[in-house]
């Protein structure tokens, strides 16, 4: 069997895909993505099939996460990139032929397209959610109501619209019908397109409505294997052991000068709170980066690995890193700068695994707010249940679920 996914992200976006494609290969099948040329190392260390589409992944970074402050920006966004690479759907269509499968998500449903005019099967990939349920939804605080479920309305219409301002044009010139308003990414030939949620059942309940052609299966990683390889400075080692266990601190690669403000104030917290912690953040001015019984600056580190030597984690709440976090028992305080990040620090909330996560996207938190936040994550009261999660989680195993599900669906023909 070959599949090929096609991914238009962040690091976070393509690394479940390559943990995913290393499974299908090691069964024997040839799993390819089609990204951008940024993940190729990645990709390519994992034993999976690396194919380039000509999108620069700062741009991606910057377009759909640090300028992302409203639905328009995401859309502007996609149209940037387009613009970018006016030749994505010939690159596209040149890397799926010959699949049995092609995967998609949310900034690559072009690739359904693609699929559609060689007559190939989809399925979709996404890491937050997109079918209606009342349970959870991106665009309400509210959890289990009619309000939730409401909140879903006008979601397949507005990617219909953006499709056919996109795509309807290539579709006509390539002899497919155009796509209307009214037409659905769900369904392609007459069948439920198989579709993915790389995340645990517990932070993403399936609905029983949803049919058995959605799964949420579980995190796509093998995090054991990430770690096999590193070696701990004894910088850090000298740190961790010279004290109580510190909170780990972790703001990711996306840079502005918004968050720039953020990484510096959180520095100031930590200090005036006292709170011992491992920081990773990479605008911090180097002048401000003087380890301390209370502060160790760090690098690269595999978050699988450090996340096992620290009481607490602070994070931007992406879905592989929010999952690891939990794996690990980790209280967990997500700073969020997307939609998809500030549902999962909600829900952690909700679990009580953590405490309300702080919201960037439209005001930057104040110094008071980071340091209630802090002080309350560190306070005890969540250690129990997230040890209780953490216990779930281990018995999970969603690269295997989804590999399954794919030899399932694919061979049903």
Not at 44 to 73: C, I, N, P, Q, W
Not at 225 to 247: C, Q, R, V, W
Not at 356 to 377: F, G, H, M, V, W
């Amino acid at each position: 069997m070959i599949v090929t996914a096609v991914a238009v992200g962040t690091r976070g976006d393509v690394n479940p895909l390559a943990e995913l494609g290393e499974e299908m290969t090691k069964r024997g099948h040839e799993f390819r993505i089609l990204t951008s040329e940024a993940f190729r190392p990645l990709i390519e260390s994992k034993g999976v099939t690396f194919l380039r589409l000509d999108t620069d992944a700062d741009h991606v970074m910057k377009y759909m996460v640090t300028d992302y402050k409203t639905s328009l920006d995401f859309v502007n966004g996609l149209f940037k990139l387009k613009k970018e690479n006016p030749r994505f759907m010939e690159q596209t269509i040149d890397a799926i032929k010959g699949s049995d499968l092609v995967m998609y998500g949310t900034c690559s449903a072009f690739a359904r397209h693609a699929a559609e005019y060689l007559g190939i099967k989809c399925a979709r990939y996404f890491y937050s959610p997109m079918d209606p349920t009342r349970q959870y939804s991106l665009y309400t605080d509210d959890f289990n109501s009619d309000k939730v479920l409401k909140s879903y309305d006008g979601l397949s219409d507005g990617m219909s619209l953006m499709t056919i301002v996109a795509l309807n044009k290539w579709r006509k010139s390539v002899g497919l019908p155009k796509w209307k308003k009214s037409s659905r990414y769900t369904e392609l030939g007459g069948r439920k397109v198989l579709t993915f949620y790389p995340t645990s059942p517990l932070i993403m309940p399936p609905d029983p409505s949803w049919g058995d052609h959605i799964h949420v299966t579980g995190y796509w990683y093998h995090p054991e294997e990430s770690i096999k390889d590193y070696e701990e400075a004894k910088e850090l080692t000298d740190f961790l052991t010279a004290g109580e266990k510190p909170i780990f601190v972790a703001f990711g690669k996306a840079e502005s000068p918004e968050l720039a403000r953020l990484q510096l104030l959180t520095l100031d917290v930590l200090k005036k709170t006292g709170i011992r912690a491992v920081v990773q953040a990479y605008q911090i001015p180097k002048k401000d980066k003087i380890n301390t019984d209370k502060l160790f600056f760090i690098d690269n580190v595999p978050y699988a690995y450090i996340f096992g030597k620290v009481r607490a984690v602070v994070h931007h709440g992406g879905n592989t890193t929010n999952g690891l976090g939990l794996r690990a028992g980790l209280p967990t305080l997500v700073i969020a700068l997307a939609l998809d990040q500030y549902f999962y620090g909600r829900v952690d909330h909700k679990l009580c695994c953590g405490p309300n996560p702080l919201y960037i996207r439209k005001r930057l938190c104040t110094a008071e707010e980071i340091s209630d936040a802090l002080q309350d994550l560190v306070s005890g009261k969540y250690d129990v249940t997230t040890q209780t999660i953490s216990e779930l989680i281990m018995k999970e195993n969603g690269v295997m679920e989804a590999v399954k599900a794919i030899e399932d669906y694919v061979s049903e023909g």
